[in-house]
């Protein structure tokens, strides 16, 4: 094996020990299980599910609306570089996938569509887990800022439109 491969093995097996133990610090608060649906958890033997095109640990990630429970499998960006680029220069992206910004501490927040080629409901999440305010159909490539409407503890990425199909309002649950 080359000196660059085993770094790179390396560096890849320390980032995503970092992302889990950011994933079990939140569960550690109040959210739900970091092992994907499915799956009956790392006791189990079971592996951290890994999004084949970003790399990025997968959650899953509940919402309650007046419609009912919607569940989705969101890449998670723990770190500053991570949530930097997002979901930049993806270009398509599942009904039920997204990316969640864990904001540590909670902070008012704001995103922009920055090299973002996909439109996007841009949702944010206050410290009880609840739903501050909702940047609906977000345009690709608009730079201007989109902010949160106070104190977000997270932030998370749906196709443009999503929010509206499920019926997702501020003040429901997002629990991850």
């Known amino acids: 094996m080359t000196s660059n491969r085993m770094q790179r093995q390396t560096s890849l097996r320390q980032g995503l020990t970092a992302a889990l133990a950011l994933i079990v610090g939140i569960g550690g608060i109040g959210a739900c299980s970091p092992v994907a649906a499915g799956d009956t958890g790392a006791a189990a033997g079971n592996t951290l599910h890994i999004h ?18 919607h569940v ?3 890449e998670v960006a723990a770190s500053a570089l991570e949530q ?7 270009t398509a992206m599942g009904p039920d996938e997204g990316m969640i910004f864990p904001m540590i501490p909670a902070r008012p927040s704001a995103f922009w569509m920055k090299n973002t080629v996909i439109g996007l409901d841009i949702i944010f999440i206050g410290a009880d887990h609840r739903v501050l305010n909702i ?3 977000a345009k690709p490539y608009d730079e201007t800022p989109l902010p949160s409407a106070g104190d977000a503890a997270g932030v998370l990425e749906l196709n443009a439109g999503r929010a509206a199909q499920i019926g997702m309002k501020p003040g429901d649950l997002v629990s991850w």
């Open 135 to 137: 940047a609906a159909n």
């Open 72 to 74: 989705f499998q969101v």
């Open 84 to 90: 930097e680029h997002g979901l930049m220069f993806r």
């Open 52 to 69: 084949p095109q970003s790399g990025l640990a997968v959650i899953p990630l509940q919402v309650t609306t007046a419609k009912g429970v």
